[in-house]
């Protein structure tokens, strides 16, 4: 057995290429949300492991028939979910390669052109979103490319902690603070919790609907100045551009002001709304950001970056490395003993890495930061298309302005009193309740049928439905249709 004889991997590999673009073709037959039901893979595969080898076409078969049915179409142009992983081909050659060679690039030595077009890609992104230089290899900074936010905001609050507790020595742990509002991403939750800030010092600000959920600057401060008054010491703040449930915008010149006088960390999550800042006319969403320490955004969620992809950037790149750089005796070399170079291991939790600027590399050279912003805007377009939809259908409301190409709206309470109309007087549950209540059956029977797939958000007590527009393949005519997919559902509900 040779398992990298070139002749047969010339032959599975143009099969499963075959495989995927029939795949793209024909993804609108199946239904966007999988329909099985838990557990249901179990019965259909055997207890153990083959001893004696299969062929490909066998395996594709069970693919086909046993796989498929347990997988939602995140690539299909009626995925509404979440956020989209708009994957390319550019993104998925170039993970290809990077898979081709295999290379396991921790240090420079160990594959000297990963490290040095990782360095090339992010000050080329950090130039298109008009970073200041702090954060460019060309200044004092630097990026990396990390799998996904949850690493960049653990790498980011460990060199934050570090910093800080160089300062005031590491019995002073229970003291350090972390600022985050109600509407940031579970991820900084955990990694307070990696990092050793007591739960006591994670400090959540409430955000209001009539600041369309961004946190402001008075309620941080205030919270800051007990802390302080406390003998407490701020150390981190996560400011959003974007957040997850209604994609808010904090507002970062002004928590920056705030946050600098205190000596924090700020990192900028930009998970999803980083994309649309290369966009001269969105650019203002991150303006403030020469005040933050560390910025990131995901090319896997709207940069046409196959998954996995996070861009972090750093505007002391020494900080994260005095945290998290490692030596051992069998990675020595003169590259780095030089301090000629960027170990990226030092940039990160593990050791090992992928070689992931490929991918970016192709993204950006293939398609041009000119057709990218367009795809970007067209996603924009579509998502204002559909938000004038549902404001000329009385029954919903539009629950929060949209930002970008996220619209999340709802059946009104005026539109579901009937339904809920006796329990409503015996007093058991409030108008609200109900439209909730509706709002998630209505949910549940759009993404039951299969034809498109929305998740929700529940913001302030109301449960609303989120149509995230950037699919790939999404076109205007899924967005309309999938506002007639919606008004259908909301018929039979209320008319039932
Ligand atoms: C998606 C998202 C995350 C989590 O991203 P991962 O790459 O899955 O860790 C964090 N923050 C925001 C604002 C997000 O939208």
Same mark, same amino acid.
């Given at each position: 057995?040779?398992?990298?004889?070139?002749?047969?991997?010339?032959?599975?590999?143009?099969?499963?290429?075959?495989?995927?673009?029939?795949?793209?073709?024909?993804?609108?037959?199946?239904?966007?949300?999988?329909?099985?039901?838990?557990?249901?893979?179990?019965?259909?595969?055997?207890?153990?492991?083959?001893?004696?080898?299969?062929?490909?076409?066998?395996?594709?078969?069970?693919?086909?028939?046993?796989?498929?049915?347990?997988?939602?179409?995140?690539?299909?142009?009626?995925?509404?979910?979440?956020?989209?992983? &708009?994957? %390319?081909? *550019?993104?998925?050659?170039?993970?290809? @390669? =990077?898979?081709?060679?295999?290379? !396991?690039?921790?240090?420079? #030595?160990?594959?000297?052109?990963?490290?040095?077009?990782?360095?090339?890609?992010?000050?080329?992104?950090?130039?298109?979103?008009?970073?200041?230089?702090?954060?460019?290899?060309?200044?004092?900074?630097?990026?990396?490319?990390?799998?996904?936010?949850?690493?960049?905001?653990?790498?980011?609050?460990?060199?934050?902690?570090?910093?800080?507790?160089?300062?005031?020595?590491?019995?002073?742990?229970?003291?350090?603070?972390?600022?985050?509002?109600?509407?940031?991403?579970?991820?900084?939750?955990?990694?307070?919790?990696?990092?050793?800030?007591?739960?006591?010092?994670?400090?959540?600000?409430?955000?209001?609907? &009539?600041? %369309?959920? *961004?946190?402001?600057?008075?309620?941080? @401060? =205030?919270?800051?100045?007990?802390? !302080?008054?406390?003998?407490? #010491?701020?150390?981190?703040?996560?400011?959003?551009?974007?957040?997850?449930?209604?994609?808010?915008?904090?507002?970062?010149?002004?928590?920056?002001?705030?946050?600098?006088?205190?000596?924090?960390?700020?990192?900028?999550?930009?998970?999803?709304?980083?994309?649309?800042?290369?966009?001269?006319?969105?650019?203002?969403?991150?303006?403030?950001?020469?005040?933050?320490?560390?910025?990131?955004?995901?090319?896997?969620?709207?940069?046409?970056?196959?998954?996995?992809?996070?861009?972090?950037?750093?505007?002391?790149?020494?900080?994260?490395?005095?945290?998290?750089?490692?030596?051992?005796?069998?990675?020595?070399?003169?590259? %780095?003993?030089?301090?000629?170079?960027?170990?990226?291991?030092?940039?990160?939790?593990?050791?090992?890495?992928?070689?992931?600027?490929?991918?970016?590399?192709?993204?950006?050279?293939?398609?041009?930061?000119?057709?990218?912003?367009?795809?970007?805007?067209?996603?924009?377009?579509?998502?204002?298309?559909?938000?004038?939809?549902?404001?000329?259908?009385?029954?919903?409301?539009?629950?929060?302005?949209?930002?970008?190409?996220?619209?999340?709206?709802?059946?009104?309470?005026?539109?579901?009193?009937?339904?809920?109309?006796?329990?409503?007087?015996?007093?058991?549950?409030?108008?609200?309740?109900?439209?909730?209540?509706?709002?998630?059956?209505?949910?549940?029977?759009?993404?039951?049928?299969?034809?498109?797939?929305?998740?929700?958000?529940?913001?302030?007590?109301?449960?609303?439905?989120?149509?995230?527009?950037?699919?790939?393949?999404?076109?205007?005519?899924?967005?309309?249709?999938?506002?007639?997919?919606?008004?259908?559902?909301?018929?039979?509900?209320?008319?039932?």
């Amino acid at each position: 057995m040779n398992p990298l004889e070139p002749k047969e991997f010339r032959r599975q590999g143009h099969m499963i290429i075959d495989f995927l673009a029939d795949y793209y073709q024909s993804i609108t037959n199946y239904p966007v949300l999988s329909q099985v039901e838990p557990g249901y893979l179990r019965k259909l595969t055997p207890s153990f492991a083959p001893l004696n080898p299969e062929p490909i076409e066998a395996i594709l078969q069970d693919l086909q028939q046993h796989i498929i049915p347990g997988i939602t179409h995140w690539q299909s142009p009626n995925y509404f979910a979440y956020f989209p992983s &708009s994957g %390319s081909t *550019a993104g998925f050659v170039g993970e290809m @390669l =990077s898979t081709g060679f295999n290379l !396991v690039g921790f240090n420079w #030595v160990s594959s000297p052109a990963a490290t040095e077009l990782e360095n090339t890609v992010m000050d080329w992104l950090g130039q298109v979103l008009k970073l200041p230089k702090t954060f460019l290899f060309s200044g004092s900074g630097g990026g990396v490319l990390l799998g996904t936010t949850c690493e960049a905001i653990l790498v980011t609050l460990v060199a934050a902690r570090d910093k800080i507790l160089s300062q005031i020595g590491i019995e002073n742990i229970g003291k350090l603070v972390v600022y985050v509002s109600d509407q940031t991403h579970c991820a900084i939750q955990k990694a307070a919790h990696i990092v050793g800030i007591h739960s006591k010092n994670f400090r959540v600000i409430n955000t209001m609907k &009539s600041t %369309s959920f *961004a946190l402001m600057p008075e309620p941080l @401060l =205030s919270a800051i100045h007990t802390d !302080v008054q406390n003998g407490l #010491v701020p150390c981190y703040l996560c400011v959003t551009v974007g957040t997850t449930s209604t994609t808010a915008i904090d507002p970062l010149g002004l928590l920056c002001k705030v946050a600098n006088k205190y000596g924090m960390w700020v990192h900028v999550d930009a998970a999803y709304a980083g994309s649309v800042c290369i966009c001269p006319e969105f650019r203002h969403l991150i303006d403030g950001v020469e005040g933050a320490t560390s910025f990131s955004f995901n090319a896997h969620k709207w940069f046409l970056t196959n998954l996995d992809c996070c861009c972090l950037w750093v505007k002391d790149q020494a900080s994260v490395i005095n945290s998290l750089s490692t030596h051992s005796v069998y990675l020595e070399n003169n590259a %780095s003993d030089l301090k000629q170079v960027v170990d990226y291991k030092d940039w990160q939790i593990t050791l090992s890495r992928r070689f992931r600027a490929l991918k970016v590399w192709l993204v950006l050279r293939s398609y041009g930061v000119a057709n990218l912003r367009d795809f970007l805007r067209s996603h924009v377009e579509m998502a204002k298309n559909f938000e004038e939809l549902v404001r000329k259908d009385k029954r919903f409301e539009i629950f929060v302005p949209r930002n970008v190409a996220v619209v999340c709206f709802r059946l009104l309470p005026s539109a579901v009193a009937k339904i809920g109309n006796g329990r409503v007087q015996d007093g058991h549950v409030t108008t609200e309740d109900v439209a909730n209540e509706i709002n998630r059956k209505l949910l549940d029977s759009i993404n039951g049928s299969g034809t498109v797939y929305m998740t929700h958000a529940t913001v302030g007590g109301v449960f609303v439905i989120r149509c995230a527009i950037g699919a790939t393949l999404t076109e205007k005519t899924h967005v309309i249709m999938a506002w007639k997919v919606v008004q259908e559902h909301a018929d039979a509900i209320l008319n039932h």
